[in-house]
């Protein structure tokens, strides 16, 4: 009897052991994150059920003696239906395999198809393998391995692969997608090709809903047509169907050989308008020279641009460089009028201009530059200084050799008036002038050469004379000229009118003869308050110099004066008084 019972418990254990399934090999995605631990139960309601199959077979030498459908497969969860060629059935896991022409489509309107798929009925997670391909309505995923949650609703690869959605196609080697807001998170090396662009960098964002990428590394935008047009940035958010770039970090904006920089920038690629705030910089290597503020704006299809903010530009030549400053400074390009194939550049600079050069500065309420021909306007208020000379009126234009980078001549239209310090090297009040309506100075190694002063020309000239034994020049007098047109030369620190024509009148005083009111114009306008001596100095209103104080020479004069009074009162002393009875 004990026989018997120990053989009837040998067999049913036996037996028992045969028809208990070996555990699945799993991908390690799918795998329980407890070691030695049996899958959880599955209740009735959540297991993996068999919708259609031409055959079911259990065969101890397949699959590990595990349940297999063949011929027509279909099976449901949870409202994901899944086919394919066959289906290997891991019953206590509520665990699948599918091999052969795979496809899940799932509730949610996306669909999966690969060679070989897993998948878990309890944690609802998948791995599909070899040519898989995931499409929804916003677009299509294609790669070697993906791995799905259907709880998270989202699927990864990192074994490279690639997204279209009917307009871009982006390229990269790991992503999520996440299927309930449509967000893909790229992580790496990231291309997207679009017709008109092609974004490239590492870790973007991209919602398919609204065409929104977001940059959380170098990226860059380029496009097709010219590549040396292109946005640059570390931190940035880009619509793709607008093509509006928002850049926050280290960013730049390459275009027409131009480069923008800033903190906080924002390109439309559409109309070619941009901006940037905070340390913005402008770059134009090509025209060799930069602006730089706190705010600017560029108009790439107009081939301008604009800085505010405390800006300030620097042309950069081989010898000396002019430095620019006022309130608003614009740059552009237009077609030369005497060959359209050739370009021309031109900057202004609005309300409180400055410029500085070694051999020349000025101010004035607006600058006008032409870059190209070297031509410099000054319009309202303008002073012109050179040395010791200084040039002021209603209009001045300067002229600069392109090619030796010097200051040619000087054009002033309207109250031209024209000063320079006798001697440079003294602080004797003594200052040469010239005025009229209409002045042309011309420079010869970058000081004043020659003057020219058409309508109502004037002059006050300091007149000396060479003394052949002493080796010296002494003081004759000072020279009053009144003409029609003045022609003077500027020789040896000295002024000398070489042309006086047209109702010309011309008289020298003794320095004792002349009063120190006659010795300069009325609007004399000597300024050295406000001179630029730096190029710093044009990045205030004005450096607010010491004015300089001049000795007046009125030695020989007030002897004079005192003789006359002397002789005066002698002459009243020799008068008979009158006295009252």
Same mark, same amino acid.
């Given at each position: 009897?004990?026989?018997?019972?120990?053989?009837?418990?040998?067999?049913?254990?036996? %037996?028992?052991?045969?028809?208990?399934?070996?555990?699945?090999?799993?991908?390690?995605?799918?795998?329980?994150?407890?070691?030695?631990?049996?899958?959880?139960?599955?209740?009735?309601?959540?297991?993996?059920?068999?919708?259609?199959?031409?055959?079911?077979?259990?065969?101890?030498?397949?699959?590990?003696?595990?349940?297999?459908?063949?011929?027509?497969?279909?099976?449901?969860?949870?409202?994901?239906?899944?086919?394919?060629?066959?289906?290997?059935?891991?019953?206590?896991?509520?665990?699948?395999?599918?091999?052969?022409?795979?496809?899940?489509?799932?509730?949610?309107?996306?669909?999966? %198809?690969?060679?070989?798929?897993?998948?878990?009925?309890?944690?609802?997670?998948?791995?599909?393998?070899?040519?898989?391909?995931?499409?929804?309505?916003?677009?299509?995923?294609?790669?070697?391995?993906?791995?799905?949650? #259907?709880?998270?609703?989202?699927?990864?690869?990192?074994?490279?692969?690639?997204?279209?959605?009917?307009?871009?196609?982006?390229?990269?080697?790991?992503?999520?997608?996440?299927?309930?807001?449509?967000?893909?998170?790229?992580?790496?090396?990231? +291309?997207?090709?679009?017709?008109?662009?092609?974004?490239?960098?590492?870790?973007?964002?991209?919602?398919?809903?609204?065409?929104?990428?977001?940059?959380?590394?170098?990226?860059?935008?380029?496009?097709?047509?010219?590549?040396?047009?292109?946005?640059?940035?570390?931190?940035?958010?880009?619509?793709?169907?607008?093509?509006?770039?928002?850049?926050?970090?280290?960013?730049?904006?390459?275009?027409?050989?131009?480069?923008?920089?800033?903190?906080?920038?924002?390109?439309?690629?559409?109309?070619?308008?941009?901006?940037?705030?905070?340390?913005?910089?402008?770059?134009?290597?090509?025209? +060799?020279?930069?602006?730089?503020?706190?705010?600017?704006? *560029?108009?790439?299809?107009?081939?301008?641009?604009?800085?505010?903010?405390?800006?300030?530009?620097?042309?950069?030549?081989?010898?000396?460089?002019?430095?620019?400053?006022?309130?608003?400074?614009?740059?552009?390009?237009?077609?030369?009028?005497?060959?359209? %194939?050739?370009?021309?550049?031109?900057?202004?600079?609005?309300?409180?201009?400055?410029?500085?050069?070694?051999?020349?500065?000025?101010?004035?309420?607006?600058?006008?530059?032409?870059?190209?021909?070297?031509?410099?306007?000054?319009? #309202?208020?303008?002073?012109?200084?050179?040395?010791?000379?200084?040039?002021?009126?209603?209009?001045?234009?300067?002229?600069?050799?392109?090619?030796?980078?010097?200051?040619?001549?000087?054009?002033?239209?309207?109250?031209?008036?024209?000063?320079?310090?006798?001697d440079s090297l003294n602080l004797k009040d003594?200052?040469?002038?010239?005025?009229?309506?209409?002045?042309?100075?011309?420079?010869?190694?970058?000081?004043?050469?020659?003057?020219?002063?058409?309508?109502?020309? $004037?002059?006050?000239?300091?007149?000396?004379?060479?003394?052949?034994?002493?080796?010296?020049?002494?003081?004759?007098?000072?020279?009053?000229?009144?003409?029609?047109?003045?022609?003077?030369?500027?020789?040896?620190?000295?002024?000398?009118?070489?042309?006086?024509? *047209?109702?010309?009148?011309?008289?020298?005083?003794?320095?004792?003869?002349?009063?120190?009111?006659?010795?300069?114009?009325?609007?004399?306008?000597?300024?050295?308050?406000?001179?630029?001596?730096?190029?710093?100095?044009?990045l205030v209103d004005s450096p607010n110099n010491?004015?300089?104080?001049?000795?007046?020479?009125?030695?020989?004069?007030?002897?004079? $004066?005192?003789?006359?009074?002397?002789?005066?009162?002698?002459?009243?002393?020799?008068?008979?008084?009158?006295?009252?009875?």
């Open positions: 009897m004990r026989l018997i019972f120990f053989l009837l418990v040998f067999i049913s254990t036996i %037996t028992f052991a045969q028809d208990r399934q070996k555990p699945a090999q799993r991908d390690p995605y799918l795998q329980n994150p407890v070691k030695n631990v049996q899958p959880q139960k599955a209740k009735p309601g959540d297991r993996v059920k068999i919708l259609n199959a031409d055959e079911i077979i259990k065969d101890p030498l397949k699959y590990e003696g595990n349940r297999y459908l063949t011929g027509n497969v279909k099976i449901e969860h949870q409202g994901s239906i899944l086919t394919a060629d066959e289906v290997v059935l891991y019953d206590e896991e509520n665990f699948v395999k599918a091999i052969g022409n795979t496809k899940l489509q799932n509730a949610d309107g996306s669909v999966i %198809t690969a060679a070989e798929m897993e998948y878990d009925g309890n944690t609802q997670k998948g791995v599909a393998r070899k040519n898989v391909v995931l499409t929804d309505p916003k677009q299509t995923i294609r790669t070697d391995i993906m791995y799905y949650d #259907r709880l998270a609703n989202q699927a990864y690869f990192n074994t490279g692969g690639t997204i279209t959605d009917g307009q871009n196609t982006m390229y990269t080697k790991s992503a999520t997608y996440f299927l309930d807001t449509k967000m893909i998170d790229f992580v790496g090396d990231v +291309k997207i090709d679009s017709p008109d662009y092609i974004i490239q960098g590492k870790n973007i964002k991209q919602n398919q809903n609204t065409k929104v990428a977001d940059f959380f590394g170098p990226t860059t935008i380029t496009n097709r047509k010219n590549p040396k047009n292109y946005v640059y940035t570390e931190r940035g958010t880009y619509k793709m169907n607008t093509k509006e770039a928002f850049l926050n970090k280290n960013s730049s904006i390459y275009y027409n050989d131009k480069i923008l920089t800033g903190d906080d920038m924002y390109f439309n690629q559409l109309s070619g308008f941009g901006k940037a705030t905070g340390n913005v910089t402008l770059d134009d290597p090509k025209e +060799k020279r930069y602006m730089k503020g706190g705010y600017g704006e *560029i108009f790439e299809k107009q081939d301008s641009s604009m800085m505010t903010k405390s800006p300030y530009a620097v042309k950069i030549l081989e010898k000396d460089s002019i430095y620019f400053a006022s309130e608003k400074i614009i740059s552009y390009q237009k077609p030369d009028s005497l060959d359209p %194939t050739k370009k021309k550049s031109f900057m202004r600079a609005f309300r409180k201009g400055r410029f500085y050069k070694s051999n020349a500065q000025g101010r004035a309420d607006s600058l006008a530059f032409n870059e190209t021909d070297g031509i410099l306007h000054m319009y #309202r208020e303008p002073i012109l200084w050179s040395g010791e000379k200084q040039v002021t009126g209603d209009k001045v234009e300067a002229y600069f050799n392109t090619e030796t980078e010097d200051l040619d001549s000087v054009r002033v239209i309207g109250n031209a008036f024209a000063i320079s310090k006798v003594e200052f040469n002038q010239v005025k009229g309506k209409l002045m042309n100075a011309y420079y010869e190694n970058n000081d004043i050469k020659e003057v020219k002063v058409i309508g109502n020309a $004037q002059a006050i000239t300091y007149a000396d004379d060479f003394n052949e034994k002493t080796k010296e020049n002494e003081r004759i007098g000072i020279s009053l000229s009144s003409c029609g047109i003045i022609g003077s030369l500027f020789d040896n620190k000295t002024l000398q009118i070489i042309s006086c024509s *047209i109702g010309a009148t011309s008289d020298t005083y003794p320095m004792s003869k002349i009063e120190p009111s006659k010795r300069k114009f009325p609007d004399f306008n000597w300024n050295t308050k406000d001179r630029i001596r730096k190029w710093q100095d044009i010491e004015e300089i104080k001049y000795e007046p020479d009125d030695a020989l004069y007030n002897q004079a $004066q005192d003789a006359v009074e002397k002789e005066r009162a002698k002459e009243e002393a020799k008068r008979p008084k009158r006295t009252r009875k």
